[in-house]
T-cell receptor
Framework: RKEVEQDPGPFNVPEGATVAFNCTYS??????FFWYRQDCRKEPKLLMS???SGNEDGRFTAQLNRASQYISLLIRDSKLSDSATYLCVVNAIKAAGNKLTFGGGTRVLVKP | DTAVSQTPKYLVTQMGNDKSIKCEQNLGHDTMYWYKQDSKKFLKIMFSYNNKELIINETVPNRFSPKSPDKAHLNLHINSLELGDSAVYFC?????????????FGPGTRLTVT
């Protein structure tokens, strides 16, 4: 089983609609969780952290379910510019240093 | 005012050759990383350096050798290139404390081995 698993998509979303997708992780000792965004042929960029209580950043809402070991991302009022691959990222703090483990990404295509 | 830069952006070479990729960050971060993103888009960490000291060394063939001359630079040298080395290699940096998870990535080096 992969450490971090995501539905690769693509999720085809009409402009203005809401889209949500999950990511599961296998290491119960994982301590921190994030969503990164990667545009086509570009580098990944941090989108937002995911807190236990759930958190919102504008149209983006992230949630963490430790019991079921998954995190989610919801995008409201989708814009064309939201088209990208969303990478689920898990941080396990080890003696050797922090190590981020990336999921394979969920591709979102927002269409007019 | 590029934060993390990599050279070259594209690299096409033949099997068996030796090549290097350079990375520089001007963010004042103390930790730098090399990642490999394969054709299936999985991003996997290869190495991590903190203040020029190697702290993460994943299971990577010893044909790959990172070198950090100072904390602003992390280079990657690859010996005897193989077809399977074709991928996009990303350099990244972060500040060790406390926002170690906020990694800033370079634009990537697209390596094609023929």
């Amino acid at each position: 089983r992969k450490e971090v698993e995501q539905d690769p998509g693509p999720f085809n979303v009409p402009e203005g609609a809401t889209v949500a997708f999950n990511c599961t992780y296998s290491n119960s000792a994982s301590q921190s969780f994030f969503w990164y965004r990667q545009d086509c042929r570009k580098e990944p960029k941090l989108l937002m952290s995911v807190y236990s209580s759930g958190n919102e950043d504008g149209r983006f809402t992230a949630q963490l379910n430790r019991a079921s070991q998954y995190i989610s991302l919801l995008i409201r009022d989708s814009k064309l510019s939201d088209s990208a691959t969303y990478l689920c990222v898990v941080n396990a703090i080890k003696a050797a240093g922090n190590k981020l483990t990336f999921g394979g990404g969920t591709r979102v295509l927002v269409k007019p | 005012d590029t934060a993390v830069s990599q050279t070259p952006k594209y690299l096409v070479t033949q099997m068996g050759n030796d090549k290097s990729i350079k990375c520089e960050q001007n963010l004042g971060h103390d930790t730098m990383y090399w990642y490999k993103q394969d054709s299936k888009k999985f991003l996997k960490i290869m190495f991590s350096y903190n203040n020029k000291e190697l702290i993460i060394n994943e299971t990577v063939p010893n044909r790959f050798s990172p070198k950090s001359p100072d904390k602003a630079h992390l280079n990657l040298h690859i010996n005897s290139l193989e077809l399977g080395d074709s991928a996009v290699y990303f350099c990244a940096s972060s500040q060790g404390r406390p926002r170690v998870y906020e990694q800033y990535f370079g634009p990537g080096t697209r390596l094609t081995v023929t």
